[in-house]
């Protein structure tokens, strides 16, 4: 149960950081003048790479464990999805 609930932690830091570089996109502040501010951009943008992968490894983990608990299964197609999703927005968006 706990490898699911680290899935779905990683699940919403990722919904919560593109969210927030969605907020920042469509916010008329201008932060590129800040002190540090790219240094935590990156950072933000490691934790969007990493955190759709590390949540696939954890909920296949335990789907192996427990290959009959459904909500592990919800959790696994879901942590796909949001890997397919991120390369989905990084293609479209040609950072890639």
């Not at 990683?10 to 969605?22: E, G, K, M, R």
């Not at 934790?47 to 608990?69: D, E, H, M, W, Y």
């Not at 796909?80 to 040609?94: K, M, R």
């Amino acid at each position: 149960m706990s490898l699911r609930n680290a899935s779905i932690l990683c699940l919403a830091i990722w919904v919560v950081t593109w969210l927030l570089f969605l907020l920042m996109r469509l916010s008329p502040l201008d932060i590129r003048g800040m002190p540090g501010i790219g240094m935590v951009m990156l950072t933000a943008l490691v934790v969007a790479l990493v955190a759709p992968i590390l949540a696939t490894g954890l909920a296949f983990a335990a789907s192996v464990r427990q290959p009959r608990v459904q909500s592990n299964w919800l959790t696994l197609g879901c942590a796909l999805a949001a890997v397919f999703l991120q390369v989905a927005l990084f293609l479209v968006s040609g950072w890639l």
